[in-house]
């Protein structure tokens, strides 16, 4: 018998040079940024930029995300497929976690998925061929609590329909997939994703990234590009899980955010990038009354995270 699924991520591979698309070229020659030690190489990769602070911002972020504990840690679209399914079964819901996540809270989707697994377990899991079967009241039932239900329930049976068209049958179109000999669910183009009814840029680079390992840069979407001209490649891969993460602690356990600034390397700077983003640095911690300035100084932290607090922590 089948086990219950497990809700693991796909782990997308490593991706060199020329295997994916390339990023976006960029002009270059900003004052507040420094060329990336990469270069261009002998795939004509441009020259990558980053912002100055970069590493330094980035070191932060990193440490105030060492455990892993957000919602989108263990509800993101990543983190909802069954590790138990074919590869091109998992991208396939990928595809649908992405697809019911705009608009939605990850706890919302997270439920909404966690629903469909276990509706359609007896049926051979959450499979192209079974959403397609799906009758719209049928499946609207499943995923009543994501926002826009009603539209989703339709796109993702007109997808899974599409796909089932498209990638199975003698009409297979292979203008959407980049790889001839092995049939795809789930296109592995931008072109081909956002050919789909209900997927937009943002959701098309997750299943690039997340489901396929690849990158793509034809596509319409300006801040993506200079984003990831001014990123290092090896950072893409985490920067929207770790960013998302941070956002999600800044608004739903502010205080434990502060309490981890305190543990990081530079506590003073972790607490000013805190604030620069948004955060709330007198929260007052429910359980107990504290304040942050309360817990450094039974912590006995040294005078100059004292004297910031104090200024900025009251």
């Known amino acids: 018998m089948r086990r219950s699924p497990r809700l693991l991520s796909i782990a997308p591979p490593t991706v060199p040079p020329g295997e994916g698309s ?3 070229e960029t002009k ?33 972020v990193t440490e105030l995300r060492a455990i892993r504990d957000a919602p989108v840690d263990t509800m993101g679209c990543h ?19 992405v697809m019911l996540s705009s608009q939605t809270k990850d706890q919302e989707n997270a439920k909404a998925m966690h629903n469909l697994h276990a509706y359609l377990k007896g049926k051979g899991g959450l ?70 009814p209900g997927v937009g840029p943002k959701m098309a680079v997750l299943v690039m990234e997340v489901g396929h390992g690849r990158r793509d840069a034809e596509t319409p979407e300006a801040t993506r590009q200079q984003l990831e001209a001014r ?41 000013r990038l805190v604030g620069r983003i948004g955060g709330n640095l007198k929260v007052i911690d429910k359980a107990t009354g504290d304040s942050i300035l309360d817990v450094a100084e039974a912590a006995k932290c040294d005078e100059e995270l004292l004297d910031y607090l104090k200024g900025r922590g009251r």
């Open 231 to 271: 990123l290092p490649v090896e950072v893409w891969p985490d920067v929207n899980l770790l960013l998302v993460g941070l956002g999600q602690m800044i608004q739903q356990r502010p205080f434990d955010l502060l309490q981890r600034c305190i543990k990081c390397t530079d506590p003073v700077a972790a607490f």
């Open 22 to 24: 390339k990023p976006a």
């Open 79 to 97: 983190m909802l497929t069954d590790s138990e399914a074919e590869p091109e079964d998992r991208r396939f819901q990928l595809l649908v976690a």
């Open 28 to 60: 270059g020659g900003k004052a507040d940024c420094e060329a990336s030690e990469k270069g261009a190489d002998a795939e004509g990769w441009p020259p990558m930029e980053k912002p100055r602070d970069f590493d330094e911002v980035w070191a932060i």
């Open 127 to 196: 499979t192209r061929k079974n959403l397609a079967g799906m009758e719209e009241k049928e499946l609207d039932a499943q995923i009543r609590g994501v926002g826009f239900h009603n539209t989703k329930t339709r796109n993702l049976i007109r997808v899974a329909n599409l796909l089932e068209d498209r990638f199975h049958g003698k009409g297979r179109d292979r203008a959407m997939v980049t790889r001839p000999r092995k049939y795809y669910q789930v296109p592995d183009t931008m072109e081909g994703l956002l050919s789909l």
